[in-house]
């Protein structure tokens, strides 16, 4: 059964970078794509991006422009980076995987809070 | 990007209530729409995809149905277990995109 562990800084300060690592077990990276959905507290899902285990990358346009996602096989990783943080980044930030062939995310992490104040 | 419409966003049910949940999408997104319940504090999961597909480990007592841009999921006979917010995504292009939700309360 694949599972997957979010891990990184709970707290960032405004104007810094967000840097969150997954770490994936019980299965193999290859072939999937892999995700990033954050909520704030109280609120709606929103999606951030995906990356395939290529590299090949779809971002949220609303989240572009500070959005960088990478992936390392050989260390069953994969991240995300946020730049320019404000206290509107600040939500549970979820890792998951689609599907094979039904591009659903099918698994998904805990979440972990990350809190962006000075 | 497509915009998903989920209405109510929120309902207050019995137990052994039937309870429908709707999703409307701003485009035709051709049954590429999955329906996740969230339980506070937990991630998302997974309850049915390709508007009608039962996940694994779902109750049979949840159904969907829809095409176009119309959706429903429905609650044939809630549970105790199935207090809990429902979210609609369309998986039909990206960016990927969610209802605002739906928080089933207890009545």
């Known amino acids: 059964q694949v599972q997957l562990q979010e891990s990184g800084p709970g707290l960032v300060k405004p104007s810094e970078t967000l840097s969150l690592t997954c770490t994936v077990s019980?299965?193999?990276?290859?072939?999937?794509?892999w995700s990033w959905v954050r909520q704030p507290a109280g609120k709606g899902l929103e999606w951030i991006g995906r990356?395939?285990?290529?590299?090949?990358?779809n971002y949220n346009p609303s989240l572009k422009s500070r959005v960088t996602m990478s992936v390392d096989t050989s260390k069953n990783q994969f991240s995300l980076k946020v730049d320019s943080v404000t206290a509107a980044d600040t939500a549970v930030y979820y890792c998951?995987?689609?599907?094979?062939?039904?591009?659903?995310?099918?698994?998904w992490g805990q979440g972990t809070l990350v809190t962006v104040s000075s | 990007d497509i915009q998903m419409t989920q209405s109510p966003s929120s309902l207050s049910a019995s137990v052994g209530d039937r309870v429908t949940i709707t999703c409307r999408a701003s485009?035709?997104?051709?049954?590429?729409l999955t329906w996740y319940q969230q339980k506070p504090g937990k991630a998302p999961k997974v309850l049915l995809y390709?508007?009608?597909r039962l996940e694994s480990e779902a109750p049979s007592r949840f159904s969907g149905s829809g095409s176009g841009t119309d959706y429903t999921l429905t609650i044939s006979s809630l549970q105790p277990e199935d207090f809990a917010t429902y979210y609609c995504?369309?998986?039909?292009?990206?960016?990927?995109?969610f209802g605002q939700g739906t928080k089933v309360e207890i009545k």
């Open positions: 995504q369309q998986y039909y292009s990206t960016p990927r995109t």
């Open positions: 485009q035709d997104i051709s049954n590429s």
């Open positions: 998951a995987r689609e599907g094979g062939t039904v591009t659903v995310l099918f698994y």
């Open positions: 019980g299965g193999s990276m290859s072939n999937y794509y």
């Open positions: 990356i395939y285990s290529s590299g090949s990358t």
């Open positions: 390709a508007t009608s």
